[in-house]
């Protein structure tokens, strides 16, 4: 039997900011939830979208070219090889769809780094 | 620059249930939005995992050997080759997540197959 993902539920349960947990797989990308806060780090991905979709809270993703700010219910995906900082003046919570092998600082390694095994912890 | 996607404009935009829109592609899946009201139709997708997510409303997906039940911020992936019905008392507005080549009613075609053209138009 199949058990269905409560995201509040999801939300709730996390501790840290910037630190993603695997609440689903789908195919070969994980869905993960996030509370951000603060500013996080330029970097991209090069050969993966990351799709970013705000359940609660504003989010801005500075662009090389501009930025994107994005409200509960609006998502938008950085396409592969696009350079990004996601920023967020007050608690935030997304929910990202990545593939599995994607390293959520990207091609930048921080002290925010978490590895996949600890955003399946 | 990224045009941001807002799932509330989407769903208003949609005319017809069970008729699948894509709104964004992210690596080899689309996210498409769907408002469902009545009862789908049995099938399974040999090789895909197929995400929903709640929006608005109640969906029960019937399952061989039982039957989830979500509301909204409430999410389920049903793994590739298991066979599935959803089905919405009153209407239901859904986010998919799936590959690029699924078709949403499987490996049966019905007057309610949609092609993949047809959800992009």
Partial sequence: MLVPIDFAAEFERLADF?????????????????KLQGEFVWHAHADEDELFL??????VIQLEDGEVVLGPGQSVVVPRGVRHNPMAAEECWV????????????????DRTRSIAEQLA
């Fill in 95 to 110: 929910v990202l769809v990545e593939p599995v092998a994607t390293k959520h600082t990207g091609d930048v390694v921080t």
């Fill in 18 to 34: 910037w630190s993603p947990h695997v609440v689903a797989r789908v195919n070969d990308s994980y869905v993960k939830v996030a």
């Fill in 54 to 59: 705000v359940m609660r809270g504003q989010l």
